[in-house]
């Protein structure tokens, strides 16, 4: 396959330099892409990076992810608006192994010449001293030269004008894109990398890159960036009201994972089924078709969120997370429920209120109108009258069972020997936690 050619198919392709494509259509060529480390996980915003590398694999060229040891204790000031806070080398380390086992279920490092690699920065880094730095590499670039980036002119100019905003451009962030062009002379150097890949952001750092090797070496290098995936609003991808969709099941779970992809607008699927699967042209192209004959089916969502989730996680989350998914929206009955394990249970119910009330008062409760206001501390209902009134006008369930007002003995099964999901009308949901 043609790189090129792929990436613009699917909406991924930004820009490149001059005689990128010709390098890529004349040999296996050396690619690699930055990852910074300040987290222990990526999240779908970098997974978008993650799938240039996956095509540049697939076309036969060769793989690396740098993970950015040295230069995440800097921090990179594109797209910022204040400087970071510093992480530790141990801290660095241990999510640099974290993202080894995301990037493992994307990229094969075993198969053959163009098997992938993953460098630290900090190897090579740790060597330099002060001084030797700026003998060997500082003297090949201009201030001018530097300045002229988007990344720097954003943060100055905003400081410049006095807005409050920011704390301005230290001279360590502004030393930034040395380093990061410093790491591609490396490479080309001792991996015989000759392609950088990044998101649109990173044109500026990217192409200080293959300045530095023109300059140090006299060599030729190429750049190539993707589209920064951004939601209909233009804010970036990969966050939702609650924060990152990260790959790791410990920070966002299978099922809510499953649920963001499931919840896109129409528009964003039909663009994001491109950038996220490997789904052939074909394929998609018959999804987004039979979604816009029957778009209340969210079939091209449904697809999306399917090969996302196996990918990121597995297929029996993915199973999961649909079953799950049916606990809410279809017309199951308790036995869906008795069917979740309790971190399921719970990742369903994630954001629904919480009561918690002892063994004691749930068994002392004289009658379901009392559990349900009384036992409860009226967080259901204010009052017994409420609490009756809507359970005769059958408009409470236990456990996905309608409830009648004349119950006297309540001893409901506890889901997970523990839980009680009471469901208040149409929409309103409360877990009651019997401890």
């Known amino acids: 396959m043609n790189l090129v050619q792929e990436l613009k198919w699917r909406g991924m392709f930004h820009d490149a330099m001059p005689g990128t494509e010709e390098q890529l259509t004349k040999e296996m060529t050396t690619g690699y892409v930055g990852f910074d480390p300040t987290a222990a996980s990526l999240h779908i915003g970098n997974l978008a990076t993650i799938m240039l590398l996956v095509h540049l694999q697939r076309c036969g060229h060769k793989p690396i992810a740098l993970v950015g040891g040295a230069t995440g204790m800097i921090g990179d000031p594109s797209g910022k608006s204040a400087e970071r806070n510093l992480l530790s080398e141990e801290t660095l380390r241990q999510n640099q192994e974290g993202i080894r086992t995301q990037l493992e279920k994307f990229l094969d490092f075993n198969c053959g010449t163009n098997s992938a ?23 090949h670039l201009t201030v001018n030269y530097m300045m002229k980036k988007e990344s720097v002119q954003k943060r100055i100019q905003v400081e410049e004008e006095g807005e409050g905003r920011v704390e301005g451009l230290s001279f360590t962030e ?45 060599g030729k290098a190429y750049a190539l960036v993707g589209k920064l995936v951004t939601k209909s609003d233009g804010t970036k991808f990969g966050k939702s009201e609650s924060g990152n969709i990260w790959l790791d099941p410990n920070l966002t779970s299978p099922y809510r994972f499953y649920q963001f992809w499931l919840n896109l607008a129409d528009e964003e699927a039909k663009k994001l089924i491109k950038v996220y699967t490997l789904l052939p042209k074909e394929e998609i192209e018959a ?27 597995s297929e029996e989350d993915y199973l999961a997370a649909v079953q799950a998914s049916e606990v809410l929206f279809g017309k199951n009955d308790i036995s869906a429920l008795r069917a979740l394990s309790e971190d399921l249970l719970l990742a369903v119910f994630e954001g629904v209120p919480i009561i918690k009330v002892t063994k004691q008062a749930y ?68 877990l009651v936690a019997v401890e």
Do not use: C
Request: aromatic share 12%; net charge positive.
């Open 287 to 313: 999804f987004i078709l039979q979604h816009d004959e029957a778009p209340h089916l969210r079939t091209l969502q449904k697809a999306l969120a399917k090969e996302v989730t196996t990918r990121v996680h």
């Open 363 to 430: 068994q002392a409760a004289g009658s379901v109108v009392e559990f349900l206001a009384d036992t409860t501390h009226f967080q259901i209902f204010e009052s017994r009258g409420e609490a009756k009134r809507m359970l005769q006008n059958g408009g409470v369930s236990i456990n996905r069972e309608k409830i009648a007002a004349s119950i006297t003995d309540v001893n409901f099964e506890l889901l997970q020997d523990k839980y009680l999901v009471i469901q208040k009308g149409k929409k309103n949901y409360y």
């Open 174 to 218: 502004f030393s930034y894109q040395l380093l990061q062009g410093y790491d591609y002379y490396h490479l080309y150097k001792h991996k015989n990398v000759r392609l950088q890949m990044g998101a649109s952001d990173q044109w500026g750092n990217i192409t200080t890159g293959t300045e530095l090797i023109r300059r140090m070496d006299g």
């Open 117 to 139: 690699e993953m460098v630290n920065n900090y190897d090579w880094f740790k060597e330099f001293n002060f001084l030797g730095f700026l003998r060997d590499v500082g003297k």
